[in-house]
């Protein structure tokens, strides 16, 4: 997986649980819909966003090919 | 809403680092600064990560993702008052990602400890008879309702002592370094956790924040009741400090032993139901 595709899902991940609270409170969603959107989203903006920052940016990227 | 799972979250590993630190302090140690557990989850995210080539890819993933989810949906369950059963589910699910973590890892360390979780599901039977003690005075399971029992009657704490010790029971086998902590016990090195490292360490780290934080806040819902937001993490830390002076003067029980006490008090637990249901009809 490339560095900026962790970035990108954890930043989804987070993105969809702050809508999600959002939008329950002004009443376009039902709390139970947004708490269970934050429940399965958490877990991936942690992990996502904990890979993306543990991911070496440099020429370590390029694939070892060999001696 | 998430901002509910990241307070949890720095709390539950603050409480962590308080418990170690009570622990040294107790056994005549200066102990790790109160913040250490903080700084060990993101040590953990920048140490290098990938999935050891003997484990089960899948299964080795999937425990973090739902390790953190389980608890999280039980700290909306609390928040919500909703039922106590589905509590019990959620603590069920966790031994079964305690399980699955040593099973899906290579390691034979890792093994032992998922085949140590399996011996200490024994935990689960005081939890399951606090369920039944709490129904017997408020009949019935749902949280919100449990809370406002207790704003007419009293806390449960003194109604149903016996309930609470149980679930206080129910916390202490789920701490660190406690004396029922056998699934990672030093002896099989980190048991079911030994070969998750890196982000996947951390990743449990944060799942098991947040599930010191709402055990402990569970028993003050269930046995002391609905309190401002302060005073009840006052009384969440005040219980920990209890918990980690229990795990500091008490050695690491072998796992016949684990399953031996639990099941005591589970028997004391279901003599107390009886006499209760002869008692109050």
């Not at chain 1, 649980?17 to 002004?26: E, I, K, N």
């Not at chain 1, 996502?48 to 070892?64: C, H, R, T, V, Y």
């Not at chain 2, 680092?17 to 040590?43: D, N, Y």
């Not at chain 2, 890196?198 to 990743?203: L, N, S, Y």
């Amino acid at each position: 997986m490339k560095k900026q595709t962790a970035l990108i899902i954890g930043l989804s991940a987070g993105g969809i649980s702050v809508a999600a609270g959002l939008l329950a409170g002004v009443g376009y969603l039902p709390v139970w819909a947004a708490e269970l959107l934050a429940v399965v989203a958490f877990p991936v903006f942690v992990i996502f966003i904990a890979l993306w920052w543990n991911a070496k940016s440099g020429e370590e990227d390029i694939p070892f090919i060999g001696y | 809403m998430i901002e509910y799972l990241l307070f949890a979250t720095f709390v539950g590993l603050l409480f962590h680092g308080i418990h170690r630190k009570v622990i040294a302090r107790a056994q005549g140690r200066p102990g790790p600064p109160i913040w250490q557990e903080i700084l060990h989850v993101l040590k953990f995210s920048f140490k290098e990560t990938w999935i050891p080539k003997t484990a089960s890819q899948t299964l080795f993933v999937a425990v973090v993702f739902v390790a953190i989810g389980i608890w999280g949906a039980a700290l909306y369950l609390l928040l919500s008052g909703g039922s106590l059963l589905l509590l019990f589910g959620i603590y069920l699910i966790h031994k079964i990602v305690e399980h699955g973590m040593g099973l899906s890892s290579g390691s034979p360390y890792g093994k032992f400890g998922a085949i140590r979780s399996v011996i200490s599901a024994a935990s689960e039977l005081p939890l399951l008879a606090t369920v039944v003690a709490i129904y017997f005075f408020t009949h019935s399971l749902s949280i919100a309702d449990i809370a406002a029992y207790q704003q007419v009657h009293g806390p449960l704490l003194v109604i149903a002592f016996p309930a609470a010790a149980a679930m206080y029971l129910v916390i202490l086998s789920k701490m660190h370094y406690g004396p029922f902590s056998i699934i990672e016990a030093k002896e099989i090195v980190s048991g079911n956790m030994t070969e998750h490292f890196g982000v996947w360490r951390a990743g449990l780290e944060v799942g098991y924040a947040l599930k010191t934080y709402v055990l402990l806040y569970a028993f003050v819902l269930l046995f002391i009741g609905q309190l401002p937001l302060a005073l009840t993490l006052l009384l969440m830390l005040l219980i920990l400090v209890s918990l980690s002076f229990v795990c500091a003067v008490t050695p690491m029980l072998s796992p016949y032993d684990t399953v031996t006490i639990q099941t005591l008090v589970t028997g004391a637990l279901v003599v107390y139901i009886i006499v209760l249901g002869v008692v109050m009809g």
